[in-house]
């Protein structure tokens, strides 16, 4: 990969809080807004594993300023407790990133009423309650930045991931109708989906791939990537740029957009 010129994205000492960030995406983007001199606030259900990825970060990025919190996505009363204690501390928060686990894999008839709710209560409403404890502190001190990490099915459903593409739909529906709310207070919603990017979530999709179509796992990510026009998966850290880049001052007229970062493989306009 090519080496970044580095720009002044004016996160430096920025307080940012990225949600279920031990691993993955929520991770890499961690990492780059630390790079960038932010105030990191990450968080995860198990305080041990949040901790432990709070010391890799510091490591990885030279920047002491990463704080780990346990919050559970999925329990009003965690969010809740979790902006407390960030505005508590730093007296601000002008970044939140919004990150979740993706719901249970299949399609319609293999879903219980019981799997439909957990879907939404996951993957849609936890965003909405962090969007609720947020926007207050943005609203006062007049900026604000709201990045939800969907998926790619916002811009052409995936086979097999019905629960994943009706929520993440909404979330598009919801992050659209806040952004024109907001954005007077200088507040930008927007929307980002990762399509084929090198994480673990893409590896238990491909494994689950192989045991549809009776094929290897690697004969499913052979078969992706030559479907991919830049002939590869995404690296986290490409994913991420995106994610800061919305995050940052540099933004000032992009909001209400969903942006798909998958190397070209959507057909869909």
């Known amino acids: 990969m090519e080496r970044m010129i580095n720009v002044d994205l004016g996160l430096k000492e920025k307080v940012v809080v990225v949600m279920a960030s031990s691993k993955g995406l929520g991770k890499a983007s961690a990492l780059e807004f630390a790079k960038e001199g932010a105030i990191v606030i990450i968080s995860s259900r198990s305080q041990e594993s949040v901790d432990a990825a709070a010391e890799e970060l510091r490591t990885a990025s030279g920047n002491e300023h990463v704080h780990a919190y346990a919050c559970d996505m999925s329990k009003a009363q965690d969010i809740q407790q ?80 019905i629960l994943s593409n009706t929520m993440r739909a909404g979330m598009v529906g919801f992050a659209k109708t806040l952004a024109r709310e907001v954005a007077g207070d200088n507040i930008m919603v927007n929307t980002v989906g990762p399509g084929k990017i090198s994480t673990g979530r893409i590896a238990e999709l491909n494994e689950a791939a192989a045991k549809r179509q009776g094929i290897t796992a690697d004969e499913v990510l052979k078969n992706t990537e030559a479907q991919i026009p830049t002939g590869r998966l995404g690296e986290p850290a490409e994913f991420a740029r995106t994610v800061v880049f919305l995050a940052s001052a540099a933004n000032s007229y992009v909001t209400g957009q969903s942006i798909v970062v998958d190397g070209g493989f959507l057909k869909a306009l």
């Not at 990150?99 to 894999?105: D, S, Y």
């Not at 962090?130 to 926007?135: G, K």
């Open 82 to 161: 979790l902006f407390h204690k960030v505005n508590e501390q730093f007296g601000r928060i002008d970044v939140l990133v919004n990150n979740t686990g993706g719901p249970k894999a299949g399609g319609f008839d293999n879903m219980s009423d019981e799997d439909w709710y957990a879907a939404f209560d996951r993957n849609l409403l936890s965003y909405i309650r962090t969007c609720r404890e947020v926007l207050p502190y943005m609203k006062e001190q007049q900026f604000g930045r709201i990045i939800n990490i969907s998926s790619s099915s916002t811009k052409e459903v995936i086979d097999g991931l």
